[in-house]
């Protein structure tokens, strides 16, 4: 006998950027009706499947809820498709842990002020820090014409100065972010995109 059988999503991923962490994939294509999809979640805690706030949703991403936002916390997902009384076999993914896992992004530059030998730049953090971590900016710093000798300096203030500068020369600069966490692990995030001041003259 036929028993009627929709394909499973594909492409299922977990994106975490900042902490702030979506289910993914791809959608399923079938003729006659639109397919609705549900999402569950398991910790490592409790082995046993629960519901998100994605029941028979029609988009293709399904955001954490906040009561998954602990970054420790080891989280499996799955996803299935859904027509009327058809259901897809459901996809897992990998064990996801947020603080293992997650993309650190640039941090946000406020403000530079330049003077003849020195560049003074307030930054903020990326994301909203947790007890016990502990930030360092990376900063990266060239002369635009020298780019190849790159120096580099670290602080975990976000009020900091690049000194001893050549006085009306260009200088090009990218800062990442190191988050050191109290359970001992560290990410770094990425660079942000170069920008590039001008000292003045003394």
């Not at 359970?183 to 590039?196: A, F, I, K, T, Y």
Request: proline share 5%; with cysteine.
């Amino acid at each position: 006998e036929f028993s009627p059988h929709l394909p499973a999503p594909k492409d299922v991923m977990i994106y975490s950027y900042n902490f702030h962490s979506l289910l993914k994939w791809s959608p399923v294509e079938v003729d006659g009706g639109l397919v609705s999809y549900t999402v569950h979640f398991k910790t490592g805690a409790f082995n046993e499947w629960d519901e998100m706030n994605c029941t028979r949703i029609a988009q293709t991403e399904c955001s954490f809820p906040s009561s998954l936002r602990e970054r420790r916390w080891t989280v499996v997902l799955r996803v299935r498709a859904e027509l009327g009384q058809v259901t897809s076999d459901w996809v897992e993914t990998d064990p996801f842990v947020a603080e293992r896992n997650t993309t650190v992004g640039p941090p946000k530059l406020n403000s530079v002020i330049v003077s003849s030998d020195s560049l003074l730049m307030s930054v903020s953090p990326p994301f909203g820090s947790e007890t016990g971590d502990v930030l360092e900016y990376h900063v990266s710093y060239w002369e635009n014409a020298t780019s190849t000798t790159k120096k580099e300096t670290k602080t975990s203030n976000t009020l900091f100065k690049i000194e001893n500068l050549k006085e009306l020369t260009l200088y090009c600069f990218r800062i990442q972010v190191k988050l050191m966490m109290h359970s001992g692990l560290h990410l770094l995030g990425l660079q942000s995109v170069p920008e590039c001041y001008r000292t003045t003259v003394s």
